[in-house]
């Protein structure tokens, strides 16, 4: 399919006459970039404000999702696992939080063109890189645990991961173009910084 029949039926014939509008004054038309492309570019044209977007919007998107993954697979061996009620309230409240966060962004990957992220097992492989993320040993020790020990354990990386979140979602405000990811963004940061001072506060 042509881009231009993409858009027609997409959008329909008023947004398609605005972006040949747009490329015939510029010289040529904006392929909105993806996640790998490198630095953030410039936010594609669209009448749609949801889907303007760039590099930057992209890799938040892909990456906060990986990132959610993992710790809705931490917070899911909270259950059984803590002996802490607080520990489990609270990991509780970030699977609750985060799960609907993944949809969302994986909505706003297929409605960008780009294919949903890869978020596996939650185990980290592949993905240390990013902030905060555990490694594949740090949640085999986790998920080993029981008890107190769970709890000092759970507490120790979900701060950590938390931390990650916030630097991610930093940059995502201070790079990424689309108005609803980078109001995202803010949401994540304040609901975690919350987070990570309740977590200190039951911390031995």
Not at 182 to 187: G, P, Q, T, V
């Amino acid at each position: 399919m042509t881009s231009l029949t993409f858009l027609r039926r997409a959008f329909g014939p008023g947004v398609l006459l605005l972006t040949l509008a747009v490329a015939a004054c510029s010289g040529g038309g904006h392929s909105p970039a993806h996640s790998g492309a490198g630095p953030a570019t410039p936010a594609s044209t669209s009448a749609s404000p949801g889907a303007v977007f760039n590099d930057a919007d992209a890799a938040f998107a892909e990456h906060m999702s990986v990132h959610h993954q993992q710790a809705i697979v931490m917070s899911a061996l909270a259950a059984e696992r803590a002996a802490d009620p607080r520990v489990k309230e609270l990991a509780a409240k970030i699977e609750s939080a985060q799960s609907p966060e993944i949809a969302t962004m994986t909505a706003w990957l297929s409605a960008w063109g780009l294919p949903p992220a890869e978020t596996g097992d939650g185990h980290g492989d592949g993905h240390e890189s990013m902030p905060g993320m555990m490694s594949a040993a740090d949640m085999t020790k986790l998920a080993e645990s029981t008890g107190q020990a769970f709890d000092d354990q759970f507490l120790t990386m979900m701060i950590a991961h938390h931390e990650g979140a916030v630097t991610m979602a930093q940059a995502q405000i201070a790079d990424g173009a689309n108005p609803e990811a980078r109001a995202l963004a803010a949401k994540i940061i304040t609901d975690q910084q919350a987070e990570i001072a309740a977590m200190k506060a039951m911390s031995r």
